[in-house]
């Protein structure tokens, strides 16, 4: 994850046109949010943002609706269906993500 992130800021360096982080909930609606359905991508990317604004979660109310166009996951064993079915769909329907992929480093396996 943290690969991802920097070899971004690396590529873009100079640019404040994006925004990238890992980990971090995505937060979608009021009512997900008051219900604590909490989800968020292993990493995320999304462009045409002000990257100076520092930020611990993604709160789609806060960003003019704007959802991640890149989210990765990174695969464990005790993941895998989560992240291939669930997450997969959810961010697909719910998200309208077409740039959702998901990585298994024990397998070196590649997902789109």
């Known amino acids: 994850m943290n690969l991802l992130i920097e070899s971004v800021h690396s590529r873009w360096l100079g640019r404040n046109d994006h925004f990238v982080g890992g980990n971090m909930f995505i937060y979608y ?3 997900q ?4 359905d909490y989800c968020g991508p292993d990493f995320l990317l999304v462009k045409d943002v002000d990257a100076r604004r520092d930020r611990r979660y993604w709160a789609l109310w806060e960003e003019e609706g ?16 989560l992240d291939l079915e669930t997450k997969k769909h959810h961010y697909e329907r719910t998200f309208k993500t077409s740039e959702y992929f998901c990585y298994s480093p024990d397998e070196d396996r590649l997902w789109e």
């Open 29 to 31: 609606s009021v009512e």
């Open 66 to 81: 704007r959802y991640p166009d890149v989210m990765v996951e990174l695969i464990s064993p005790s993941t895998r269906k």
């Open 33 to 36: 949010a008051r219900n604590r």
